[in-house]
């Protein structure tokens, strides 16, 4: 285990003075064997705090006090394995023969705050120095179940929750080798967030390894929530839309990525696990392309590739082609397009830009309202607008069709949602003002941005070796798949013989 967090510097002193302070320190965070004392102790620590229980009681030899946090333990079995086993007449002074659950001890106050603060019970015991700390922890959390955004037809149904220990037992049924490492942390000098690093021992990259722990140790702030607070920290592509790690919220997605020599890392409070690197082509890739057909699979992710295509290049393109280049429209959509738009008062690209704020707006007010309110809002308000928009002769129908269909491509990748957006403004606002000149401009800035970034020191464009062609724009059947990606697993590529 390996600890997190930035070394402080200390002043000179000579081997005595040092001597004396540590010794002074220790004795300051050294467990009192009175329990009046320690009752004392506890409370000056946690003060008013009405969450934290401190209760004392008398055992058939000497004063017991037990400490925990209301709500991270399970009652029952404090009563059955621990206060009634020190009551019982049976009861000799031997706490490692009475105490039926699993426990450790610790020697000092700090140590016994951590362990506390993080849902054990604390037991003291007069004329003792060390504190019994006891495993018995229990809140309520959410079940597992089915990912919202990651949904499958074939595949695992099962999703990662809020519970970084669940996420682990998660993992480790999918990956049951003594091989696959999970190293433990605490992140945040308020929250102490429990932050867990998992890795299979022989096939990750030491580099990219080396390198996340590096950058976690670099977190100094007082709180972590969410695995997106972390991803912000230890990124290096901070202003550019694709960060280069991976979110999933899949056990089978985060196994499969583990094998293939990436290091993921799990904070306790989120159901998102980061991956780490992540390359671009896996936004296109689906847990479901390894367990369908061969043909089904390439289809489908063909079909993601024109998708984003769509998304990102249909608004610019379309207004490049109506506003400058009208010639190379077939007369039959010419004619159409000019008795849609001959009424209208904004040009092409204003009406365009319109209806993609408006749809994004309408998006985003479906995402915040409960689902029950916001599909409704989503669906009537588009309907209403739109058709109100087309009457009254503000937009015309041509421009509603070419965000209609923009929209729904962009829903095939919803992960790459941010990407979408940026680059799809920065084409509509080069092709409404240069034309075609400046949707080219808007695609060479997109290929240099994505060829310069990198995740860790992996180009998050794959190498397009022979072997990793196998898994980018078609899925070759399962058993020509015979390396990992060597961008990615530099020390051990091959998956089998």
């Not at 426990?103 to 016994?112: G, L, Q, S, T």
């Not at 020191?457 to 898994?471: A, C, H, N």
Request: charged share 20%.
């Amino acid at each position: 285990m390996f600890r997190f967090g930035k070394e402080h510097k200390t002043e000179n002193r000579e081997p005595s003075d040092a001597a004396e302070a540590g010794n002074g320190r220790a004795a300051d965070n050294a467990v009192p064997a009175s329990i009046t004392q320690c009752e004392k102790t506890v409370r000056n620590i946690f003060g008013i705090s009405s969450d934290i229980v401190i209760q004392t009681f008398k055992t058939q030899k000497e004063k017991a006090m037990i400490v925990y946090v209301d709500g991270l333990i399970n009652k029952d079995l404090m009563d059955r394995d621990i206060i009634s086993p020190l009551k019982s007449k049976d009861f000799d002074g031997d706490l490692a023969l009475a105490i039926k659950s699993h426990f450790k001890k610790v020697d000092d106050m700090p140590a016994f705050v951590g362990e506390a603060l993080h849902g054990n019970i604390a037991l003291f015991y007069e004329g003792s120095k060390k504190v019994l700390i006891i495993d018995i922890k229990q809140w309520d959390k959410r079940s597992v179940e089915t990912p919202d955004i990651e949904t499958v037809i074939r595949g695992p149904k099962e999703g990662f929750t809020e519970n970084i220990r669940t996420n682990t037992a998660l993992l480790r049924r999918k990956l049951r080798t003594p091989e696959l490492i999970i190293e433990n942390t605490v992140i945040g000098r308020q929250g102490n967030t429990p932050v867990g690093i998992a890795y299979i021992e022989g096939i990750v990259n030491q580099d990219v390894l080396k390198e996340v722990k590096c950058r976690l140790s670099e977190i100094d702030t007082d709180a972590v929530f969410e695995s997106g607070s972390i991803e912000q920290y230890i990124s290096q592509n901070k202003f550019r839309p694709v960060s280069g790690i991976g979110a999933t919220q899949k056990p089978d997605v985060a196994a499969a990525r583990i094998l293939e020599g990436r290091v993921a890392v799990f904070c306790d409070g989120t159901p998102h696990v980061l991956t780490i690197p992540e390359l671009f082509v896996e936004h296109l890739q689906s847990g479901e392309d390894y367990y369908e057909h061969v043909l089904l699979a390439a289809t489908l992710r063909i079909l993601r590739f024109i998708g984003l295509f769509i998304s990102i290049m249909l608004p610019g393109l379309s207004v490049a082609i109506i506003t400058f280049s009208q010639e190379m429209m077939p007369s039959v959509f010419l004619n159409t397009l000019i008795a849609s738009t001959q009424k209208t008062p904004l040009p092409a690209g204003a009406e365009v830009f319109l209806l993609i704020l408006m749809f994004e707006l309408l998006k985003e007010a479906g995402t915040r309202l409960p689902k029950t309110v916001g599909s409704a809002i989503t669906i009537v308000g588009a309907l209403i607008i739109g058709d109100s928009a087309v009457n009254a002769g503000i937009v015309s129908a041509p421009a509603v069709i070419i965000v209609a269909l923009t929209a729904v491509s962009s829903f095939v990748v919803p992960t790459l949602r941010e990407y979408i957006i940026l680059y799809r403004l920065l084409i509509l606002l080069l092709g409404g003002t240069m034309g075609l000149i400046g949707v080219g401009t808007g695609v060479v800035i997109l290929l240099t941005q994505l060829v310069s970034t990198e995740s860790f020191g992996v180009p998050i464009l794959s190498s397009f070796s022979r072997d990793e062609m196998k898994d980018i724009l078609f899925r070759f059947p399962v058993r020509s798949m015979k390396y990992r990606p060597a961008t990615i697993a530099k020390n051990n590529v091959q998956r089998k013989n």
